[in-house]
């Protein structure tokens, strides 16, 4: 080849790789099958062991994703704990005292830097963890294309900005979710993976006692299942007590469906897909709850368009994922 041709094709290289969006196309299957070929191996089995612990981390690891994507791109920036010089996600309105099991991923991490150093990105690790969450708790199985690099920062504001509330409305989640090219139905398949988990108190009781400042209920409940989250979350009682977010929290299942139909939803931002007013999220809750294969393929799709929502900046493969690799380099990057 010419020097001159080889010029040329380092321009481009470098070309794409300024540009940010194109970096989507580095995504593959198998793309550690050359330089750490037990990587997904190694993910699901800690997934396994953290599950056998604490049932609950399953739910907890696949929340990650969401809250990682969402924010500048699925680039682990959620798991940059604060420095001096910044403020990072963990503390953002929708992270504190909520997000949970960092210390699995840091679990997974530890086991494959042992076996390949600074090879495996925190990002794709929770792309892959949150994939092997859903396997093992009964859901859908699929690829994940892999290849993300890890940010050099995190943003609370960012955070703050973006993340919807608990109280939020159908019209207001179609919205958010449209600016990540999500549709309807990507919007209602995500939010089925409440079919796993717990939430608290603290995200509830505005709707228990004053529903959008009118001193009442929330008129969509079931008066039964009112009962029952009145007696676990009474007013002015302990807003970190939690409760399932469907009838059967351990199992990824269509039965959050069921229980959006049966007016037991345990957020508003639940129960609005059903009970909004909004007729296009209402007709997909009503064929998932009917439909589990249904809501298995939507979701696998959502989940994949989500897990591939890219950072704009260059980043690089963390060690640990807690904290950046090198500030210097940091601080030089960010000018550039
Ligand atoms: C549609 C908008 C969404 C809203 C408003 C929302 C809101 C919430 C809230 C308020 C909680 C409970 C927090 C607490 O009380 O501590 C929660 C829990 C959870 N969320 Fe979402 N969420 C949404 C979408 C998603 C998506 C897209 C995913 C993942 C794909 C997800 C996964 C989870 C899981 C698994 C839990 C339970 C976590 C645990 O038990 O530790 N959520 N969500
Ligand atoms: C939905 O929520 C948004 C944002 O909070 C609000 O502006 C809007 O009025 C709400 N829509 C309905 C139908 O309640
Ligand atoms: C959504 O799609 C449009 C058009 O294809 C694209 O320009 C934009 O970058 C996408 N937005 C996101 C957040 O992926
Ligand atoms: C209900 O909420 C409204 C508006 O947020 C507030 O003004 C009112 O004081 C609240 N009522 C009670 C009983 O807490
Ligand atoms: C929950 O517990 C945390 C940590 O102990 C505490 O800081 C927070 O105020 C509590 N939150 C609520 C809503 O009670």
Redesign the pocket.
């Known amino acids: 080849m010419s020097l001159h041709l080889l010029g040329l094709l380092c321009l481009v290289v470098v070309a794409a790789r300024r540009a940010g969006a194109l970096a989507a196309t580095t995504l593959r299957v198998g793309y550690y099958s050359e330089t750490c070929p037990d990587a997904e191996q190694v993910v699901r089995g800690v997934i396994r062991v953290a599950m056998a612990r604490e049932p609950r981390s399953a739910a907890s690891v696949m929340r990650l994703q969401f809250h990682d994507c969402f924010v500048n791109g699925c680039d682990a920036s959620l798991l940059l704990d604060d420095t001096p010089e910044m403020t990072g996600e963990k503390e953002a309105l929708s992270n504190v ?1 909520s997000l949970r099991s960092y210390e699995v991923i840091d679990e997974v991490k530890e086991a494959l830097e042992r076996r390949c150093p600074g090879v495996v990105s925190c990002a794709d690790i929770i792309i892959m963890a949150a994939r092997d969450a859903v396997v093992l708790s009964g859901g859908p199985e699929w690829d994940v294309r892999l290849g993300r690099e890890d940010s050099l920062t995190a943003s609370q504001e960012d955070s703050n900005n973006i993340m919807p509330s608990p109280r939020a409305n159908a019209t207001s989640l179609i919205d958010l979710f449209a600016q990540f090219n999500l549709t309807v139905v990507d919007l209602v398949a995500l939010s089925g993976s409440h079919s796993i988990g717990e939430a ?1 108190c ?1 995200s509830i009781v505005f709707r228990l006692y004053n529903q959008s400042g009118s001193g009442r209920p929330d008129p969509h409940m079931d008066p039964q299942y009112r009962e029952k989250l009145n007696e676990l979350c009474p007013e002015g009682g ?3 007590v939690t409760g399932g977010l469907d009838a059967t929290p351990r199992a990824f299942d269509n039965q959050y469906f069921k229980d959006l139909v049966r007016l037991r939803g345990f957020l508003n931002s639940d129960q609005t897909l059903h009970s909004g007013g909004v007729r296009t999220t209402r007709q997909v809750v009503e064929r998932f709850s009917r439909d589990q294969e249904a809501f298995f393929d939507a979701f696998v799709t959502g989940m994949i368009k989500m897990g591939e929502l890219q950072s704009e900046k260059k980043g690089e493969i963390r060690r640990n994922c807690r904290v950046a690799n090198d500030p210097h380099l940091r601080a030089l990057r960010s000018e550039f």
């Open positions: 005292n608290r603290f302990d807003g970190n």
